[in-house]
């Protein structure tokens, strides 16, 4: 009986940490399916050509305005960086698109206080600059001439010509006045379009994130976590907290924004103001992430990228705790729940009745869109909405070609289709 009521109280608690976040959720992923579908790919490539500040600010608005899903950015910044953008300029970029996005803060702000969604940003300003600062002084040049060189060399023996063998029609120019886009249904239909693929990429990630939270909050007691986070050592408390939370968010394997119930749970569990802001910066440096950077960069730079990140997030998570007691930002109060369990009639509830309309409206856009042209392609494995002219990986299928979000996602269509999927 009490294993029951255990997997019941679980369930609950994920439940209603999702219910607390809905709007948010559905503003976000709207809000980004506009900015990717209003935004050019080329313009983002020639503005990030050092690692200048000024191209690193260029980088980080860029990445705040693409989708936040880890495999997605990670695919686009081995792009931007093959074709000619600065090696530091992509990671600024795919860390800002991870951790600086509106979706993230929201939800933060929701499940344990805008304490943290502020952090969210203050931190990941200061990762940036460490990066920038950081990465170019412990990677050579040479080491990145060479994996561009392989990068682009297997681009070119496995797609032939794929920059110019797209007809694409009356399709509407990607880089064409945003005015222009903005006014016309098209436009708003490939907004929808990516609104809807980031919602079915994530959406594994988002349940898992919400169930294990739930679980970790209701099942796994504060002794566990105070046991393995040091506290009442000042300083020393602080920093082992921050350099553990990254560990922790690289063998849990959650990433962008499933990772922040996961965080609300550490919080409740003991875990200090940095540790969470360290833990929730590393949904970067996952096993299967840095998998996918070794087969894009090699070994040599993978772990060199890892050391780095990994700093500057336990740097970020520990800089923001001892800014935020300097200025006598009041910290939030460690719940004894994460969310409280049970419908009420109260904001959350007016906010979620009408994200849910807005997103049938989105929904209703996304099924009625234009799709007579080519410039679009729907990734098979994880269903989001790739540009065909910088699509990061394809394969031919039995049908013709097939488009991917990322390398991850074609190594796993060729794995389960190893009679059918050719690499191009």
Request: charged residues 15%; neutral net charge; hydrophobic residues 50%.
């Amino acid at each position: 009986m009490h294993f029951f009521d255990g997997v019941w109280h679980g369930i609950d608690e994920g439940f209603f940490m999702f219910w607390e976040t809905l709007w948010a959720l559905v503003l976000g992923f709207v809000l980004s399916g506009a900015v990717q579908a209003f935004v050019s790919r080329t313009e983002m490539r020639e503005a990030l050509g050092a690692h200048r500040p000024r191209e690193l600010w260029r980088a980080s608005f860029f990445g705040v305005i693409s989708s936040s899903c880890s495999y997605a950015s990670s695919a686009l910044a081995k792009s931007l960086f093959a074709r000619g953008a600065d090696f530091t300029a992509s990671i600024v970029f795919m860390v800002a698109s991870t951790n600086l996005v509106v979706e993230l803060g929201i939800v933060l702000w929701l499940l344990i206080g805008w304490q943290f969604a502020l952090a969210e940003f203050v931190g990941g300003a200061i990762m940036i600059a460490l990066v920038g600062l950081m990465l170019p002084r412990v990677i050579p040049a040479g080491w990145l001439d060479g994996a561009r060189e392989r990068l682009n060399s297997e681009s070119s023996e496995h797609d032939p010509g794929h920059e110019h063998n797209h007809d694409h029609g009356d399709v509407p120019d990607a880089d064409e006045p945003i005015r222009r886009r903005l006014r016309s249904r098209r436009g708003w239909g490939d907004a929808a379009g990516y609104t809807i693929s980031d919602l079915t990429m994530l959406r594994k990630e988002l349940v898992i994130g919400f169930v294990v939270a739930g679980y970790l909050a209701a099942l796994v007691p504060t002794g566990f976590w105070k046991s393995i986070f040091l506290t009442g050592h000042g300083f020393w408390s602080s920093l082992e907290n921050v350099v553990l939370g990254p560990f922790l968010a690289i063998i849990s394997f959650v990433c962008s924004v499933g990772n922040v119930p996961l965080a609300a749970a550490l919080w409740q569990g003991g875990i200090s103001f940095g540790g969470v802001v360290s833990f929730v910066f590393a949904d970067l440096i996952t096993l299967p992430l840095l998998s996918i950077y070794r087969k894009y960069y090699g070994t040599a730079i993978t772990l060199r990228l890892l050391a780095v990140l990994w700093a500057v997030m336990s740097i970020g998570g520990l800089a923001v705790e001892y800014l935020f007691r300097l200025v006598h930002v009041a910290m939030p109060s460690r719940p004894s729940m994460v969310v409280r369990t049970g419908f009420e009639w109260n904001y959350t509830s007016v906010l979620n009745i009408v994200a849910l309309v807005g997103f049938a409206v989105v929904y209703w856009l996304y099924r009625h869109r234009d799709t007579g042209g080519t410039r679009f392609a729907k990734d098979p494995m994880c269903g989001m909405q790739v540009e065909i002219e910088h699509a990061p990986a394809r394969r031919d299928g039995p049908d013709g070609p097939v488009y991917f979000c990322s390398d991850h996602c074609a190594a796993r269509f060729s794995a389960a289709h190893p009679d059918e999927a050719r690499q191009r």
